[in-house]
């Protein structure tokens, strides 16, 4: 046996015991399309609940009452 077939059967070998002998890529382009389909309408959701997120909470802080009296802050120096 040639060194290059050894390699082969090592490779797939290695292969077939981390995914597995019946490991099929999907072929169908729906399927992949499906995926990807799936992945951008839940990107885009996740990014409109960030969005809404933030505006509900800035539209708070523009209605939310001003304070009564101001706060001091005082900034002592090091020593």
Do not use: C, S
């Not at 040639?2 to 072929?27: F, M, W």
């Not at 885009?44 to 539209?59: E, P, R, S």
């Amino acid at each position: 046996m040639d060194p290059e077939e050894e390699l082969r059967r090592e490779v797939k070998r290695q292969l077939d015991a981390v995914v597995g002998e019946n490991y099929a890529p999907p072929r169908r382009v729906r399927d992949i399309v499906g995926k990807w389909f799936a992945a951008a309408v839940l990107a885009v959701a996740a990014a409109a609940i960030v969005v809404l997120t933030l505006h509900t909470y800035m539209m708070r802080a523009e209605t939310a009452p001003k304070p009564k009296k101001p706060v001091d802050v005082r900034i002592l120096p090091a020593r």
